[in-house]
């Protein structure tokens, strides 16, 4: 294998336990945190959207141009992800008057669609194939709309559907657990059940998050967005300092 593929894929952590423990808070990370600059910061949805989509973009540059896995870019990378996919379905749902199922639709076809570009441009969408800067760009991309659909998702099955935030976080966390059943018991591609794993634990963070800051009136604990917001960074701050990282392995 060449020294560039190697330098590429080392950017790319293993998927461990840890690895999905991080995501869930990062995940959650997301809506507290996008929801106190839109709401809290009275700054809306279409601006605080515009601000992350910044700080996206600026994360995405440094994390592809990174010569080695640092695990607090690639993490930073994701919580940008995550909290301009809040927003952005938040404006896609009520700011464009389209609802969850039609923002959720939106998203979804948009998803399928940048996996399906990204496996017929490099033949994979596999975690082990982002070998360059164009599989990277692709991997963003797809894990900010799986971001902004998680949360749309989230968002109708706690309100329109009626499940409430707990209701809700039971459905996701039973689907989780289908995918880890069929990680172990069945030949499923591991490449889809990372993805279905992947998209799921963003609307599962998406309602814990409203749970954590929502009213004891909505079915919330009326905690404040910045300190949930506080409490998740260092919780993740902590998981990354304190246990150990490695790259994922290169395909060979």
Same mark, same amino acid.
Request: net charge negative; proline share 2%; aromatic share 10%.
């Given at each position: 294998?060449?020294?560039? @593929?190697e330098t590429a894929l080392s950017k790319v952590p293993e998927v461990t336990f840890l690895f999905w423990i991080i995501k869930i808070a990062a995940t959650t990370l997301g809506? @507290?945190?996008?929801?106190?600059?839109?709401m809290s910061m009275n700054l809306g949805y279409l601006m605080s959207t515009l601000i992350f989509a910044v700080l996206f973009i600026v994360a995405v540059i440094a994390q592809i141009k990174a010569k080695q896995f640092h695990?607090?870019?690639?993490? @930073?990378?994701?919580? $940008?992800?995550? @909290?301009?996919?809040?927003?952005?379905?938040d404006f896609a749902d009520r700011?464009?008057?389209?609802?969850? $199922?039609?923002g959720s639709s939106l998203l979804l076809a948009l998803l399928v669609i940048s996996l399906f570009i990204w496996h017929r441009s490099l033949g994979s969408v596999s975690v082990g194939s982002v070998s360059s800067p164009k599989a990277e760009m692709f991997y963003w991309v797809t894990?900010?709309?799986s971001q902004t659909l998680g949360t749309a998702v989230g968002d109708w099955t706690a309100d329109t559907a009626g499940f409430g935030y707990t209701g809700a976080a039971m459905v996701f966390g039973a689907l989780l657990a289908l995918v880890v059943v069929a990680y172990y018991w069945t030949t499923l591609s591991r490449t889809l059940l990372f993805w279905a794993a992947f998209i799921l634990t963003r609307p599962l963070g998406a309602v814990v998050g409203d749970f954590l800051d929502k009213p004891f009136s909505a079915g919330g604990l009326a905690l404040s967005r910045y300190s949930a917001s506080a409490a998740l960074f260092v919780f993740m701050l902590l998981c990354i300092l304190l246990f150990k990282q490695r790259a994922a392995r290169t395909a060979h």
């Open positions: 294998m060449n020294t560039s @593929t809506e @507290t945190g996008g929801d106190a600059v839109s695990p607090l870019l690639y993490w @930073t990378t994701i919580i $940008a992800t995550t @909290t301009v996919g809040t927003t952005l379905a700011s464009l008057g389209i609802g969850y $199922a039609g894990i900010m709309f």
